[in-house]
């Protein structure tokens, strides 16, 4: 199954680079060979992204993988969502972190050690 979270980054990937190889993008992402296949069908499938053989490429195994205008728009979307999700893990992290920080000063008064900052 394609997250939306890879979708956000192969599309990101892509976006910055037309010409990147699946096996690149698989190492760039963390990924075996056939998930990166499999997820680029998947957004070949949906029309987000298309590709396109090189033209002077003796290998003729190359592509560039384009972002059609809806894998555009949809990438616009998935931003927004990631940004979202990356805001809120920071606000709880921010939460926890002084949560802690409040636990260590409370112990360090107990104990009459120094707290770590």
Partial sequence: MLTEEY???????????????????????????????????????????KAENFKNNPQKSGYLYLLTLHGLEEKAVLTKRFLKRKIKEHE???????MLR????????????????
């Fill in 92 to 98: 709880e992290l921010t939460a926890e972190i002084e």
């Fill in 102 to 117: 409040r636990e260590v000063q409370d112990n360090t008064k107990d104990t009459g050690t120094i707290s770590y900052r």
């Fill in 7 to 49: 979708r956000y980054k192969i599309l990101k990937e892509l976006e910055a680079d037309p010409q990147l190889s699946q096996r690149e993008l698989a190492k760039r992402l963390g990924i075996s060979l056939g998930k990166a296949n499999y997820c680029l069908k998947a957004l070949m499938e949906k029309g987000l992204v």
